[in-house]
């Protein structure tokens, strides 16, 4: 299952539908109405789940990746879109909205600063000459609010706040030195903006509060809430809600599992039929479904165990079902803002269209970069996965040449194992151990192939879990 083409239904999303409603069942409780979905697992593999590096307690870098990827738009299962990350698309589509008043609200802003013009100019020119050069990037005026209200008071205070308190030095608190010639000439020019100041305000503050979103994304630090990772890096802000104990311990729970039972028929010398559970079957190209690689064979299921003659049921248990809830944590404007993902700005800007209404509001100032807002993505992530431990396998095969096969077993040191295209033993995930038995009275061979210890609540930053079902979530869909 490289993720290719997802778009049209394969036999692996039958089998990927069995384990959803499976996995919905054991978790009915703790899922509510948040039901899981299917996915499919493209090139990042399934979810690596021990999210704390335990050798340093900073969070893993291949969870990271893992959580912060992007939903690839319009695919059945669900699948990630190698290559590209959530936070990438809300930083694309927040860097095309600002907020703005109305025609009918500026013209009374435009009324009241023209009185104003004097205590204006007088605060650029004292800006200047105390500051050096002019806000950049927007209205210099404006620029110079959203620093004296945003950079030099902690908590960030408001215009309307400056103007009604009898002693602005209580809130402006962190106004540098060279600053505090600009105070009282800035308070003259609140004064005379008026009544408008509560206009003046919302144009600050909506944007300035925007503006740290997105600098949690382009500039993370520990200030505004950014992550650091066991590679060493600072990322923008994602977390686990379910501790790395609980999952732990969830996956050492043997009766917490989920049983599925394929009878493999082999049609032609090239497709299998497979059928799960006693259901309704599905064709699929031998070297899609299960391959072991054994006795020298990287083809030994499909050249001697699942041939037209035998008779072949595939058993795999995946033990240790449970949910594990994850992602971006909401930007937070109290005191000092933390975090980057703030919807308000996103799903105001989608409700007012592109070009955009004529309201004071967060609107796009271009073009959006998503045409499809909805649940069919791409602006979308999970919130959430089901995993299992890998699963354990039990071959049965009613053959003539069951004692062949059974020594071919006992004469391997190890046996490599795929299922769709997913790696289950070797390399650095540690090998499957087997076993062999046969009866004799029904000429029957039983394969038991065991995950090892490393993939059973394993404790490393290497252990994945088996992605079960996953719970998407398409934050603008309803704006």
Partial sequence: MDGSNFNEVTPADQIIDYLKDQANTILSSALGSSKLQGFAVTSLGNMPYVWQDPSTLKFNSQTYTWIKSNLRSSTVPYQFDPGTDFTNQY????????????????????????????????????WQSQMGALPPGKQPIDGIAEIVTTEWA????????LQNSINPDQLLNKVPASGGPVVPVFMNWINALGAAVPLQNQITMNNAYLKRAIQAIQQPSETNGGLTLN???????????????????????ASNKIELSMDVKRTTSDEFQVSISGGGGFSVPVFDFLTLD???????????????????????TFTGVNLVNYGPPAFSQAGQT??????????????????????????????PPVSDWGD????????????SNYPSIEIVVKSSSYQQIEKTFQQSASVGISFFGIRLGGGKEGSYSHSVTTDSSSSTVTITLTPPASMVAGTVVDSRGWVLGVQPIFPASKA
């Fill in 231 to 253: 590679d060493g890096s600072m990322q923008p802000a994602y977390a686990v809600n379910t501790p790395v104990a609980d999952i732990e311990n969830a996956l050492k729970n």
């Fill in 154 to 161: 902690d908590p960030p205070t408001t215009l309307t706040a």
């Fill in 338 to 367: 933390k975090y980057w993902f703030w919807m308000d700005p996103v799903n105001e800007a989608i409700k007012n269209g592109y070009p955009a209404k004529d309201v004071s509001a967060f609107k796009f100032v271009s073009q």
């Fill in 294 to 316: 054994v006795g020298g064979s990287s083809s030994y299921f499909s050249s001697d165990i699942a041939t037209t003659s035998n008779e072949t049921t595939v058993n795999m």
């Fill in 91 to 126: 930083l694309n589509t927040a860097s095309k909205i600002g907020w703005s008043l109305s025609s009918g609200d500026q013209a009374k802003l435009n009324a009241a600063a023209a009185n104003a013009t004097q205590q204006q100019a007088a605060v650029l020119n004292t």
């Fill in 376 to 387: 069919s993505g791409p602006f979308g992530y999970l919130a959430g996965a089901a995993i």
